[in-house]
């Protein structure tokens, strides 16, 4: 059946679909319309799910969290403040080994105060443990939020699947919604190994602490078991998406290559506006351009050998991002940097920090980065031209593409 739904509704679907048994989510712009839609179904009686309207993003996360900890399948959602505010049960939930899935519609977090688009929320979060996907359309939405519950499970680790706020969550398209019995077939009842009644703090493991009791186990012991099993996602992530696709027809590969073969020049791109570099991509190919686009779908855990593989022989590797780590630079840029280790001339560009990434602004940089010389900075500001700034600044330590 396909829908024309909002991505907000295809992660409702999501969810829906991957049969949690537990729902609680806090409604906050641009993020409102998830929980909005669960209530329904459940009221419909199409979600068989116990759905809890709670006072805070805080209260949210720590209801899942002590459900997921019972062995029961979970699912929540947030945005911007909302996250922040679940900061303190991310690292919870990470290193206790639950494998909560949570929708987060990435918007700006304050100050100042904006409800539209940013991925610094989520980005910001990248050290608490949890693996992170970063989506295009609103199949991809829907369709990664069943695969996440599929690969939280078998790793025992909280997924966050990361959605462009209004330039994605409030935009309408086609969307297949799959058969309630292919995705049961895909996706079977959470069967935690042990499922025991009465309370406690964590009452089953799927991946034991190293020295038995968590608490006063090595700590540095567990850290590492915990980054041991983060890395091992990637390779159950390439399975559980290759199961995907033998079943509904589409796979999400952790790192996409568009017209790259030849490529001298490579953008790299995450999220809704990975769309219009694909039309940027074709015009300049029309006009002689050898330039092409990756799509990076997995941030967490960082897929470093694709990376330096895909990126390997470039002359020339753009990354666009809507984030910024104030004082550095943007955040993908920098984990691209670490990974590839070769020799490349690397342009980092940030925009659409509030903003829509447009067509003319995709193009604007990857014209900039094939005819010049990387800039001693950093950090390149894409579609600032028009705003106020600081002449001093301009000249003496900051890049701005006019």
């Known amino acids: 059946m396909i829908k024309v739904i909002t991505a907000n509704e295809a992660a409702a679907y999501g969810a829906m679909l991957s049969r949690p048994e537990v729902v609680c989510a806090y409604p906050i712009t641009p993020q409102s319309r998830i929980p909005e839609q669960i209530s329904e179904f459940c009221a419909q009686g199409l979600m068989k ?3 809890v309207n709670v006072e805070s993003e805080t209260a949210a996360l720590g209801y899942v969290l002590g459900a997921s900890a019972a062995g029961a399948r979970v699912f929540t959602a947030t945005s911007s403040q ?9 690292h919870w939930a990470a290193g206790a080994g639950l494998p909560i899935v949570m929708v987060n519609v990435n918007r700006t977090v304050g100050a100042p105060m904006s409800v539209t688009c940013e991925q610094n929320d989520s980005l910001s979060q990248r050290d608490t443990g949890w693996l992170q996907f970063y989506c295009e359309t609103n199949q991809e939405v829907l369709d990664t939020v069943i695969q996440a519950y599929k690969v939280s499970e078998l790793v025992s680790l909280p997924s966050m699947v990361c959605v462009d706020g209004i330039y994605l969550s409030y935009v309408s ?3 297949e919604i799959p058969e309630q019995e292919q995705v049961d077939y895909y996706l079977p009842r959470y069967e935690p190994p042990i499922r025991l009644p009465g309370c406690g703090w964590k009452i089953y493991y799927l991946h034991p602490p190293p020295r038995g009791d968590y608490m006063v186990g090595d700590l540095m012991l567990y850290r590492y078991e915990m980054h041991k099993i983060e ?15 033998a079943l509904f027809g589409r796979k999400y590969s952790p790192v996409e290559e568009y017209k790259c073969g030849d490529a001298d020049v490579v ?7 990975v769309g219009t570099c694909r039309t940027v991509i074709d015009k300049l190919r029309n006009e002689g351009h050898r330039v092409g686009l990756i799509k990076l779908k997995m941030f967490r855990p960082f897929p470093r050998d694709l990376i330096r593989k895909v990126l390997a022989g470039r002359q020339k590797i753009a990354v666009i991002e809507r984030d910024i780590s104030s004082g550095q630079c943007g955040i993908i840029y920098q984990e691209i940097k670490w990974a590839y280790r070769m020799n ?3 342009y980092g560009f940030v925009a659409g920090l509030g903003d829509d990434i447009t067509a003319p602004l995709i193009e604007k940089a990857i014209m900039y980065t094939l005819k010049e010389e990387p800039p001693e900075q950093e950090v390149i500001w894409l579609g600032l031209a028009e705003k106020r700034v600081s002449d001093e600044y301009d000249r003496s330590s900051i890049q701005i593409l006019r």
Not at 82 to 90: D, I, K, T, V, Y
Not at 231 to 245: C, I, P, S
Not at 267 to 273: D, K, L, N, R
Request: net charge negative; hydrophobic share 50%.
């Open 267 to 273: 953008i790299v791109m995450s999220g809704s506006a």
């Open 82 to 90: 909302g996250l922040a505010l679940m900061h303190e049960q991310l």
């Open 344 to 346: 490349a001339a690397m």
């Open 49 to 51: 799910a116990k759905f």
């Open 173 to 175: 398209e086609n969307t």
């Open 231 to 245: 890395n091992k996602a990637f390779d159950v992530f390439l399975k559980a998406n290759e199961e995907f696709e």
